[in-house]
């Protein structure tokens, strides 16, 4: 792994830790409920890639999978999101957001003008992994609006929410809580029956395909802790914002390579 901040360090490292526990006593307890009888064959109708001034989650193992493979460029765009219960999560931000968020630096960051560089590094960066970074729709930062396929940028690094989508919907799978472990995690389960994130076209799940159900099994659980634990951040992390501390990271390790250049 690069060299990083400390304090990314340990972020990455104590949700590693936690992440881990919970995830082995979910699949202990069989918490998540996946329902192999639903077939489903994706259209590549790119609407799960537009996020709707969301942005696409992104956790700490996430981003510990981007950066032991892919380097700097997806996790330096994660923006801070707080959920009105002031639990602070991350996303990768939609192109029109990411836009908004650069005219908006000379207001914003007038006393920070090393992250305004960052910004303005990055945006660099991205618009020439992705010609299309101009469309301002509310699409992710990293969909390629004009491919015809194969539209997702970072696909061999992109979150495990877009890895392991629709399958952590309700149509497909839920989280069901035994007696014993909803006082630990404070949480009943799923018990909605509206879905307003299922953007699939209700034919995909009629047409016949045979799905790797125990492929993405890992994935799915995955998905579930993460969304779990997002919510139940450590007072000493949660004061932190690491998309800043990220930019940061980003725009030394960009001198750094530049010093190596030259
Ligand atoms: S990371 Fe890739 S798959 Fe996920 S929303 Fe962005 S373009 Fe789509
Ligand atoms: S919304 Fe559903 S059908 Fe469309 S690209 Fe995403 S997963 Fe495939």
């Not at 790119?46 to 996020?51: E, I, L, V």
């Not at 959920?83 to 192109?95: H, Q, T």
């Not at 629709?166 to 404070?186: A, H, M, N, T, W």
Request: charged share 25%.
């Amino acid at each position: 792994m690069p060299l990083l901040p400390h304090p990314i360090k340990e972020w990455l490292s104590f949700y590693r830790q936690v992440f881990q526990n919970v995830f082995r006593e979910f699949e202990e307890h069989k918490v998540v409920v996946i329902d192999r009888t639903v077939s489903f064959s994706c259209s590549d109708c790119g609407r799960c890639c537009f996020t709707q001034d969301m942005g696409t989650f992104v956790y700490p193992n996430d981003i510990e999978r981007m950066i032991n493979g892919g380097g700097f460029l997806p996790l330096c765009c994660i923006f801070p999101q707080e959920d009105e219960w002031g639990n602070l999560s991350y996303a990768i931000p939609s192109k029109r957001e990411w836009y908004e968020t650069l005219q908006a630096l000379p207001e914003t960051m007038q006393d920070e003008p090393i992250l305004i560089q960052a910004y303005l590094q990055m945006d660099h960066a991205l618009s020439k992994l992705n010609p299309d970074l101009k469309i301002l729709d509310e699409s992710c930062i990293f969909y390629a609006n004009s491919k015809p396929q194969n539209r997702c940028l970072i696909y061999e690094y992109r979150p495990t929410g877009c890895r392991v989508y629709p399958f952590d919907r309700f149509k497909i799978s839920r989280v069901q809580v035994p007696p014993e472990l909803i006082e630990k995690y404070q949480i009943l389960g799923d018990t909605s029956e509206q879905d307003p994130f299922l953007y699939c076209d209700p034919a995909c799940f009629t047409q016949s395909s045979t799905l790797k159900y125990k492929r993405i099994r890992e994935d799915i659980v995955a998905d579930k802790v993460n969304a779990i634990l997002s919510t139940d951040v450590p007072d000493e992390f949660a004061e932190i914002d690491f998309s800043t501390e990220l930019f940061r990271a980003f725009h030394h390790r960009t001198l750094e390579s530049k010093d190596q250049g030259t």
